[in-house]
């Protein structure tokens, strides 16, 4: 029996689908797509994955949604900074999305909905919460009455009076209550914008959310995941605003990830501390980067370290080594049980993981029949997503072998005061589109674009 942890009530659940149809329908919040993905966004995307694919070995099926935030404030300041129109901005971060997305290995989902092509269904939301005295217009904006409803901040656990008097240095005298959020902002000088009922504007974050995932899996369902940086503000949002317009339950289960944290500290745009996707995927296989993602609870948080990854290849190595070119039926059933067992206790990956490499340390001891364990470690394999790999490996672990020792030698040029044959490294390396970036603890270097 599937079991997931459910953010709404802070326990184990068992999972029981709201339709009898046996399909589950699940909403994932997706990018603001005002730049690249990077690690934080990987590690959502393999998170909802793991969650489709027990979902699926336990005999269900799934219908799912990824979205994209691609009307934002985010998006208007790096339109301002850029002087690049915000639609051209949002394209490119999308492509570069699923250029990530297809080297992951990570399952489709059926719907990728965006902002801007829903604002019909965002205003006729606005306007059913207008209707019944939930929202309310002030000057040109449309706020949201977070005092109208009662269960405000059940998911996060806050208080509504603390959260109040945290908010009184940042009065708003358009707002009936500090804590109301906006569900349509006013026009402004030099944004992009729609007409609406309640004058030019555009929409809130929230709102976006809530009138994208119920015009494609219904008023209520099943998973709702994302990370557990938005379960406060942006997830009580959804929840309050969605059952105010609905009278229904808005979600049955609440999945949210970890973060991934760069020496002790969450890594954000905002910090300046991201380790983008692309740079990782250039120096390490999709492999290895789920397995260094699953070797941690999703849950937890991740300390995320190239010194981690780089113990995940070698985990990865021996790990490989074992899985044969061409799989057989049978397996060790007892193994395999064992295996949907730990994966089906709310996804535990770290303990699906152990199983896979006492599964290697069995083959390499001899013991059982070597080819229905690595019959069954190939199963296992699969069924977290990890997909054999066509390309050398070998060889790409000696081209970023040789890059490393050419940045040792430009270091050590460098200290001997050498520096034209240093820079003479750096200019052939960048001319081979491997950019060097000189940091306090080092040099590092990623493959452009």
């Not at 490119?92 to 059926?110: E, T």
């Not at 349509?184 to 809530?210: A, N």
């Not at 990890?386 to 890059?403: G, P, W, Y």
Request: with cysteine.
């Amino acid at each position: 029996m599937l079991k997931i942890y459910n953010t709404l009530t802070k326990k184990l659940e068992n999972f029981e689908p709201v339709s009898k149809d046996n399909i589950v329908r699940l909403y994932s919040c997706g990018m603001t797509v005002q730049d690249s993905p990077h690690i934080g966004h990987i590690r959502a995307l393999i998170t909802v994955d793991i969650v489709k694919r027990i979902l699926i070995l336990n005999g269900f099926k799934t219908y799912s949604v990824y979205n994209f935030t691609d009307i934002d404030d985010k998006l208007i300041i790096k339109m301002k900074e850029s002087g690049v129109d915000y639609r051209i901005i949002s394209q490119k971060n999308i492509d570069k999305f699923f250029d990530v997305f297809k080297s992951l290995n990570v399952l489709d989902f059926d719907v990728y909905p965006r902002a801007t092509l829903h604002i019909e269904e965002i205003i006729d939301l606005i306007e059913r919460l207008m209707d019944k005295g939930y929202a309310y217009k002030s000057k040109d904006d449309v706020y949201f009455r977070v005092n109208s409803f009662k269960n405000y901040g059940a998911l996060s656990g806050k208080n509504i009076d603390e959260l109040v008097e945290g908010k009184r240095i940042e009065l708003n005298e358009n707002k009936e209550n500090p804590l109301d959020f906006v569900l349509w902002k006013g026009v402004k000088e030099d944004e992009p914008f729609w007409y609406s009922p309640f004058g030019k504007g555009r929409p809130g974050w929230h709102i976006e959310c809530s009138a994208m995932s119920m015009k494609y899996l219904g008023e209520t369902f099943d998973i709702h995941t994302g990370g557990q940086d938005l379960i406060f503000p942006h997830h009580e949002n959804e929840i309050a605003q969605s059952e105010c317009a609905t009278e229904k339950k808005f979600v049955k289960y609440w999945i949210h990830n970890g973060m991934v944290n760069l020496k002790g500290e969450k890594m954000s745009k905002s910090l300046g501390n991201v380790y983008g996707a692309k740079e990782l995927l250039n120096r390490y296989s999709p492999n290895v980067i789920r397995l260094f993602l699953l070797k941690t609870h999703y849950r937890k948080d991740i300390e995320f370290s190239v010194e981690r990854l780089d113990e995940s290849q070698s985990a990865y190595k021996r790990l490989i080594e074992n899985i044969p070119k061409n799989d057989e039926e049978k397996i060790d059933e007892k193994l395999f049980f064992d295996f949907i067992d730990a994966l089906n206790d709310d996804f535990n990956t770290p303990q699906a993981i152990g199983i896979l490499f006492e599964t290697v340390n069995r083959i390499n001891l001899k013991q059982n029949d070597e080819n229905i364990l690595k019959n069954t470690l190939s199963k296992m394999f699969s069924s977290l997503g990890f997909k054999m790999e066509e390309k050398n490996e070998r060889k790409d672990d000696l081209s970023k072998t040789l890059i490393e020792i050419l940045l040792d030698v430009r270091d050590r040029l460098k200290k001997e005061k050498l520096y034209d044959m240093a820079d003479s490294i750096r200019e052939r390396l960048n001319e081979n589109k491997i950019i060097v970036n000189d940091l306090k603890d080092g040099a590092v270097w990623k493959i452009e674009d």
